[in-house]
Nanobody
Framework: VQLQASGGGLVQAGGSLRLSCSAS????????IGWFRQAPGKQREGVICSNSDGRTYYEDSVRGRFTISRDNAKKTVYLQMNNLKPEDTATYYCGAPCITTSAQPWYYVMDYWGKGTQVTVSS
């Protein structure tokens, strides 16, 4: 299984970006998959999670601005980020699963994750 995030870049505040996560080797139909981010000097932060049953879970700071979608046939997950803010600046990663029974945040106990993509939002 390989997860690879792409689509990051530099954008002005208020702008949009669409990230993609290629999940080769993963039976995406049966997995929850999400995005987390990490800014320099800060801990990982869960952003959004898509369950295989269609439900989506949002970090409060991105609710109303970020959406997640998935194309199971293409084994690709997308993160649409609108109205970006400087505080969204971070390296973004996709990981699976994001629904777990662990007491730990999913982005510390996930089975699969890959290289991230840098998102920089200028003010």
């Amino acid at each position: 299984v390989q997860l690879q995030a792409s689509g990051g870049g530099l954008v002005q505040a208020g702008g949009s970006l669409r990230l993609s996560c290629s999940a080769s080797g993963l039976a995406l139909d049966y997995y929850s998959i999400g995005w987390f981010r990490q800014a320099p000097g800060k801990q990982r932060e869960g952003v959004i999670c898509s369950n295989s049953d269609g439900r989506t879970y949002y970090e409060d700071s991105v609710r109303g601005r970020f959406t997640i979608s998935r194309d199971n046939a293409k084994k690709t997950v997308y993160l649409q980020m609108n109205n970006l803010k400087p505080e969204d600046t971070a390296t973004y990663y996709c990981g699976a699963p994001c629904i777990t029974t662990s007491a730990q945040p999913w982005y510390y106990v996930m089975d699969y994750w890959g290289k991230g993509t840098q998102v920089t939002v200028s003010s």
